[in-house]
């Protein structure tokens, strides 16, 4: 009877104890969750009251560090420009930066290149740098990314080199055939043979500062205030009858498809250069006797159908180090030949801006002797083109109205003068 009591009272002591012991740790870990813990420190009581909020509305990167290098607080762009990793400032230009400003208080500010996190050779960030005190402790940095402004400037000086040069050919090239003219003007053949290659250059000029004008039209990719629903009917036969002569010059046959159902919404002026552009140069980097072929037809996509229309030569084509840049501004795969044709570098630059406005794309094919394909893919005008019918309007009704009034693609060869033979159509 005393064991058992003795072994009572051993375990009442024993959970006496326990229960001492889990609430002590119960209140320990009372206390622990209502001390303020480092992170919370930094964030909340370190940082002066409404400088958390400031720095959420920056546009800029911010950072902010204590008296011990370490990141009290940053932005979520300074995390995707790689500025901040592990909590530590991880540029160290940045970082010497914000030791001497916390030495002296002095404002500092530094315009810096640096890698883009997982790019390549060649590819990197500009950013501008500005770091000044935070309160007594704090150092606070401000990151602007200048990449963006940075290649916009490139673009400009190169646009205006480029023009400047381009410019400078026919201009000079003037100048010295009027010092001829004044030299032979006792020759009227030699006066007329400059006076002939003064015609080529003002016609090089003219063109040149027209695509200038209609570059700096397209260039910002807008919607378009004066769209309307374009014919892709029209727009070829307005393209194959631009460019009729030098086809003809060369013997090239023109072959258009048919499609009299295809409707673009869109510029029709905008429209009609980018698709003469094509032809142009489908027909001016073909050799002679070749052909030069323009389809359009519907394809489905997942926004809407789109109108594709494709311009295809027999030329020499384009090689693939140059497929990538035959639509910059002023290259040119083939210098020679193409200041030969009076071309200025510009037609197709203006192609992919009227793409872009008109919320579509170009691209091209093409192979080293056997000819190129370049194709535009453009919304079609679908339901956009019965808004723009009169309340009230059968827009069935309407098209077949209009369809009666035109003239057939027969009837509009036919009007053309007899020496110009008429393209071919395909089937």
């Keep these: 009877m005393d064991v058992n009591a003795a072994v009572a009272a051993a375990s009442a002591i024993a959970g006496l104890l326990t229960g001492v012991i889990a609430v002590l740790a119960f209140r320990w870990s009372e206390r622990e969750q209502a001390r303020p813990t480092r992170t919370a420190l930094h964030t909340d009581a370190v940082l002066p009251p409404g400088v958390d909020t400031v720095l959420s509305v920056l546009r800029s990167s911010a950072v902010v560090l204590d008296e011990g290098d370490t990141v009290v607080k940053a932005s979520s762009a300074a995390y995707a420009l790689g500025l901040v990793r592990g909590g530590r400032l991880a540029v160290d230009q940045m970082l010497q930066m914000a030791r001497e400003t916390r030495r002296d208080g002095e404002i500092r500010q530094v315009e810096l290149d640096l890698p883009r996190r997982g790019a390549g050779r060649g590819e990197g960030l500009a950013v501008s740098a500005r770091v000044a005190p935070l309160g007594s402790r704090l150092v606070l940095l401000l990151v602007e990314d200048l990449t963006e402004a940075r290649r916009i400037e490139a673009v400009r ?126 027909v001016n980097y073909s050799p002679a006797r070749t052909r030069v072929g323009i389809t359009g037809r519907r394809i489905p996509a997942a926004g809407g159908d789109l109108i594709e229309i494709s311009v295809t030569d027999q030329g020499i084509g384009i090689s693939e180090k140059d497929r990538d840049r035959v639509f910059e501004r002023f290259y040119r795969v083939d210098p020679a030949r193409s200041r030969a044709t009076g071309g200025t570098g510009l037609g197709l630059s203006i192609v992919k801006h009227v793409a872009a406005t008109h919320g579509g794309e170009v691209t091209v094919w093409s192979a080293e002797g056997q000819g190129s394909t370049f194709t535009l893919r453009l919304p079609e005008a679908g339901i956009a083109r019965d808004r723009a019918l009169p309340p009230g309007t059968d827009p069935d009704a309407e098209a077949d109205a209009e369809a009666a009034d035109e003239p057939s693609d027969d009837q509009l060869f036919q009007t053309l003068p007899e020496h110009i033979p008429a393209p071919e159509v395909l089937p």
């Design 157 to 282: 000086r190169d646009f205006v080199a480029n023009v400047s040069h381009e410019l400078k050919t026919p201009v000079g090239a003037l100048s010295l055939l009027s010092e001829a003219v004044m030299d032979a003007s006792d020759d009227p053949e030699a006066v007329i043979r400059f006076a002939g290659r003064m015609q080529i250059e003002a016609t090089r000029l003219t063109s040149l500062v027209q695509e200038i004008i209609d570059l700096s039209r397209v260039q910002d990719d807008d919607l378009l205030d004066d769209a309307e629903p374009v014919a892709v009917d029209d727009l070829v036969a307005e393209a194959v009858d631009r460019c009729r002569h030098q086809a003809n010059t060369k013997q090239i046959t023109m072959a258009a498809g048919a499609t009299p159902d295809l409707f673009i919404w869109g510029n029709r002026g905008q429209l009609a250069a980018a698709l003469g552009n094509l032809v142009e140069n489908a």
